[in-house]
């Protein structure tokens, strides 16, 4: 899974050499739950991202295989033709999984940038950190929500925020910041949000409510298209509905 890539097909349609990809199913011996186990690119690639997603044919099935606890409904196509929900009526599931039967590692990282979204089980909210180290500064933010369920809004997580800047060549460019003893009227909000289970598919499909008042509907809002680069040579494997 960790070399050139993939081969997809679909009908007589056929690309060789796609991003390395793991598509499996498994069941917990424990619970006799069945999960998606989905692996896509590799870590030396710069990205990596490992996802369980619950199962079950009480949520649907769709090509001999039970549906997801996420979204991802309508014709024609759906995510295998539609993937950046640019026609009305379809539903590709994007950011619609119910997140207390996910969880999910993914990493990037760059020439001087990495950064790691890890949530370890199925119950807690997600840490989130970044790290950049240059020649002229480096910089750590660690923002770790595990301390709450999605059912808890009043616990905020805990919270990093370190920089040092070292560029001897500009004046006065030497210095340091650390939120702990250097942040003026901190307000860490930081995994103060609940999710509010769907009606349907293992609960996706909800919504997020915030400490604050605010509140977001999964799997809308967000302009999908605008995370794709025609230049890279890596399209999905029907042509329809590219940007």
């Known amino acids: 899974m960790f070399g050139s890539g993939t081969a997809d097909t679909v ?3 056929g690309h060789l050499n796609q ?13 006799g739950i069945t999960y998606y186990h989905m692996v896509l690119g590799s870590t030396a690639s710069g990205f990596a991202q490992e996802i369980y997603i619950q199962a079950s044919f009480d949520y649907g099935g769709f090509q001999g ?30 950011g619609s999984g119910n997140p207390n ?54 616990v905020p997580g805990s919270f990093v925020n370190t920089v040092s800047i070292s560029d001897g060549g500009t004046p006065l460019a030497f210095g340091t910041f650390d939120y702990s003893t250097d942040a003026q009227n901190s307000n860490v909000t930081a995994g103060k949000y609940t999710y509010a289970v769907g009606a349907t598919t293992g609960g996706a499909g909800g919504t997020y409510n915030y400490a604050d008042g605010g509140s977001a509907n999964t799997g809308t809002g967000v302009i999908w298209e605008n995370f794709w680069d025609p230049a890279q040579p890596n399209p999905w494997i029907v042509s329809t509905n590219r940007p």
């Open 101 to 154: 039967r996910v969880i999910m590692r993914q990493v990037m990282t760059g020439t001087d940038m990495s950064s790691e979204f890890l949530k370890t089980n199925f119950a807690t909210k997600p840490k989130i950190t970044q790290d950049i180290s240059a020649t002229d500064m480096s910089a750590h933010v660690a923002i770790d929500m595990s301390n709450s369920t999605y059912g808890t809004s009043a």
């Open 19 to 31: 991003t390395p990809l793991l598509d499996e199913q498994v069941t917990d011996p424990n619970t």
């Open 65 to 94: 295989g039970p549906s997801s606890a996420s979204l991802g409904t309508g014709a024609p196509g759906g995510n295998g033709s539609d993937p950046l929900d640019l026609t009305s009526g379809i539903v590709t599931g994007e």
């Open 11 to 13: 009908g007589d349609f």
